[in-house]
């Protein structure tokens, strides 16, 4: 039934403890992990639960510090925030972070119903976008030329070379020339099993038929590839080896 986990910061023990009523009456879907009331356990807490916590209900003032000071430290935070707080002269410094509420004390009911609405809704479309992005995973990449785009399934590819300005792609039927240069391939070679293994090359991991300790790799269509020095100790742990 708990879809939802939320982190309370408030120095006021009470007050925290009042919120989490507020917020058991109101949805049952969203279970309180952890309750944090000074500023270092905040930090300390947020260090290890940032990942995991979906809500942050947030106070403004933890121990004479401000609660906006605590997000600054952790930029990358995914959790919706919610502040709620005794003071109102704060509420442009809030608006920066796009809070679901800005709700000062005491606890309006219907305040705290509408903020926590607004959290769990963009909580469901962010989970329902990695959800459709996990399923349909793009399989296929278009290659842009001086006539056209040709597409390619990924798993064909063998290998990448940059040439001057030019990419080559050679795939398992074919080879094509794109008038882009490597770096512009990233998007495909950073999400799928490819590996740099020297300035002018990008091989796919899967077409790999055997490694040569002199520094040389050989590809399903017998493509021999230079794998640099400063890359074969990267290399060679991708793959377990029986010695």
Same mark, same amino acid.
């Given at each position: 039934?708990r879809?939802?986990? $939320?982190?309370?910061?408030?120095?006021?023990?009470?007050?925290?403890?009042?919120?989490?009523?507020?917020?058991?009456?109101?949805?049952?879907?969203?279970n309180?992990?952890?309750?944090?009331?000074?500023?270092?356990?905040?930090?300390?807490?947020?260090?290890?639960?940032?990942?995991s916590c979906?809500?942050?209900?947030?106070?403004i003032?933890?121990?004479?510090?401000?609660?906006?000071?605590?997000?600054?430290?952790?930029?990358?935070?995914?959790?919706?925030?919610?502040?709620?707080?005794?003071?109102?002269?704060?509420?442009?410094? $809030?608006?920066?972070?796009?809070?679901?509420? @800005?709700?000062?004390?005491?606890?309006?009911?219907?305040?705290?119903?509408?903020?926590?609405?607004? $959290?769990?809704?963009?909580?469901?479309?962010?989970?329902?976008?990695?959800?459709?992005?996990?399923?349909?995973?793009?399989?296929?990449?278009?290659?842009?030329?001086?006539k056209?785009?040709?597409?390619?399934?990924?798993?064909?590819?063998?290998?990448?070379?940059?040439?001057?300005? #030019?990419?080559?792609?050679?795939?398992?039927?074919?080879?094509?020339?794109?008038? #882009?240069?490597?770096?512009k391939f990233?998007n495909?070679?950073?999400?799928?099993?490819?590996?740099?293994?020297?300035?002018? @090359?990008?091989?796919?991991?899967k077409?790999?038929?055997? @490694?040569?300790?002199?520094?040389?790799?050989?590809?399903?269509n017998?493509?021999?590839?230079?794998?640099?020095?400063?890359?074969r100790?990267?290399?060679?742990?991708?793959?377990? $080896?029986?010695?």
């Open positions: 039934m879809k939802y986990n $939320a982190i309370i910061i408030d120095d006021e023990l009470s007050a925290a403890e009042l919120l989490v009523k507020h917020v058991d009456v109101l949805r049952k879907d969203i309180i992990s952890n309750i944090f009331t000074s500023w270092s356990k905040a930090l300390d807490g947020l260090r290890v639960e940032r990942e979906d809500i942050l209900l947030l106070d003032s933890i121990n004479g510090r401000n609660g906006i000071d605590l997000l600054k430290i952790f930029p990358d935070i995914k959790s919706e925030i919610v502040f709620i707080t005794a003071h109102s002269d704060f509420a442009l410094n $809030a608006i920066k972070f796009s809070p679901c509420g @800005y709700i000062l004390k005491p606890v309006d009911d219907i305040e705290l119903a509408n903020s926590l609405d607004k $959290a769990t809704k963009r909580i469901d479309a962010q989970r329902m976008t990695k959800s459709t992005s996990d399923n349909h995973v793009e399989e296929r990449v278009g290659i842009f030329n001086n056209g785009i040709d597409y390619v399934d990924i798993k064909d590819i063998i290998y990448f070379e940059s040439i001057n300005q #030019y990419t080559k792609i050679m795939t398992q039927k074919a080879e094509y020339i794109s008038s #882009y240069h490597l770096g990233s495909v070679t950073d999400r799928y099993p490819f590996f740099k293994t020297h300035r002018s @090359y990008v091989i796919n991991l077409n790999i038929l055997r @490694y040569e300790t002199s520094g040389i790799v050989i590809m399903s017998k493509k021999e590839i230079p794998v640099s020095r400063s890359q100790n990267n290399f060679l742990q991708i793959f377990d $080896a029986i010695h």
